[in-house]
């Protein structure tokens, strides 16, 4: 079945970047829409990103629009998601997922990686 297995996590200091990766196999990549989430403790999961199957569209959330950036390769059946400008409200289990015609809804997306932690200190 599809996997997608998130990297790129870690904890680094407010203003730094991370890039996070999700590798995503067993499947057709390309067919997908692939979104970027996150959980923080005691918080429900929140959309971040997504982009379509070509990259001809991309969506951020409000909060991190401008900071983050969302790219795939679909070459490497990979998804990336760009984070500069760190905050420590960003601070969250990232999730990437992969959907048809999916949306900013989580409940549109098919498949899920296990995540990745993100800590940003201040």
């Known amino acids: 079945q599809v996997q997608l297995v998130e990297s790129g996590g870690g904890l680094v200091q407010a203003g730094a970047s991370l890039r996070l990766s999700c590798a995503v196999s067993?499947?057709?990549?390309?067919?997908?829409?692939m979104g970027w989430f996150r959980q923080a403790p005691g918080l429900e999961r929140e959309f971040v990103a997504r982009?379509?199957?070509?990259?001809?569209?991309?969506d951020y959330s409000d909060s991190v629009k401008g900071r983050f950036a969302v790219s795939r390769d679909n070459a490497k059946n990979t998804v990336y998601l760009q984070m500069n400008s760190l905050k420590p409200e960003d601070t969250a289990v990232y999730y990437c997922?992969?959907?048809?015609?999916?949306?900013?809804?989580?409940?549109?997306?098919?498949?899920w990686g296990q995540g990745t932690q993100v800590t940003v200190s201040s």
């Open positions: 997922a992969a959907g048809k015609s999916a949306t900013t809804n989580s409940d549109t997306y098919l498949y």
């Open positions: 067993g499947g057709t990549f390309s067919s997908y829409t």
């Open positions: 982009i379509s199957r070509l990259s001809l569209t991309r």
